[in-house]
């Protein structure tokens, strides 16, 4: 059984309780991030409460009391959980003064919902579907327009993995105005003549922790780096494909709605990029 922390308390899972109340329930209105653990080790933390503070200021939504401790937290579900490989999953939420409403509760007198618990992914960086790649469907983008925000509104890119399941592939990429935005729970990219190319910042996309360090890692491995859109046919010509994420790390793309990419398996890039990833990421692990 696992230890699962709530509101400043450590709890076996079976005795963790919120209110019904609560607007992550009843609103969507809350934020979260996962954090990858290798070798008992957390993966660019810094990066992911840099974007969890982002995300709180973004929406308005007052920091838990706890948020300083936030790196002890981890450790500690970490240890007592003997996690060697896996995630911390954390996810703040306005909380509830006590009733449903769209008006905001008072932050002077509401305090924040903080809740953190652990999955246990033995050999997560020894994925076998590094070596296999993803077959990956195109959908269109039919979410809110503030994707940036690392927010539990997930109906849709659950919805989204859904319809790749039923069609026999492994994930999603979404389309807007002809433009892939992103994958279901990834950033998204293709490879052209050696160029990495994948959308650039704005409201449109997840600004992904993982994606930041595989470009600058990219770079510093004097990798061409074109931040753009680019459209699902250009995808499908493209000579490789790739996502990112915290829990996949670097991930080979081989086929995008039936039409196989290059020779139909993990391209160089992608695979040069997993090993970079891992190598430069575990030397920096907390």
């Excluded at 609560?22 to 990066?47: C, N, P, Q, W």
């Amino acid at each position: 059984m696992r230890t699962v922390y709530v509101n400043g308390d450590y709890l076996p899972e079976t005795e963790a309780k919120i209110s019904i109340f609560d607007r992550a329930f009843l609103m969507a209105d809350g934020v979260y991030e996962v954090t990858s653990v290798l070798g008992g080790k957390l993966i660019d933390f810094d990066g992911h409460l840099a974007r969890l503070e982002r995300s709180l200021n973004e929406l308005d939504m007052k920091k838990p009391a706890a948020f300083d401790d936030l790196l002890e937290i981890h450790r500690e579900l970490v240890r007592v959980n003997e996690i060697e490989d896996g995630l911390v999953y954390l996810q703040v939420t306005r909380g509830s003064d006590g009733d449903r409403d769209f008006v905001f509760p008072d932050p002077e007198t509401t305090e924040p919902t903080l809740v953190l618990f652990t999955q246990s992914k033995p050999g997560l960086a020894n994925s076998p579907q590094a070596g296999k790649g993803l077959k990956i469907i195109s959908i269109d983008d039919l979410r809110w327009g503030r994707r940036d925000i690392k927010t539990v509104q997930l109906l849709y890119p659950s919805m989204g993995k859904m319809m790749a399941k039923k069609a026999g592939c492994d994930d999603a990429w979404m389309i807007e105005d002809g433009h892939v935005t992103e994958g279901t729970s990834n950033n998204a990219y293709i490879v052209k003549g050696n160029k990495i190319i994948t959308r650039q910042l704005s409201n449109d996309i997840l600004h992904g922790i993982t994606r930041a360090a595989v470009l600058r890692f990219a770079r510093e491995a004097q990798m061409e780096v074109e931040e753009r859109p680019f459209t699902i046919d250009e995808a499908k010509a493209a000579d490789e494909g790739f996502i990112t994420s915290a829990s996949a790390f670097v991930m080979p793309v081989v086929e995008i709605d039936g039409q196989t990419l290059g020779d139909g398996a993990p391209g160089p890039v992608a695979r040069r990029l997993r090993e970079i990833y891992l190598d430069e990421s575990l030397k920096t692990a907390v």
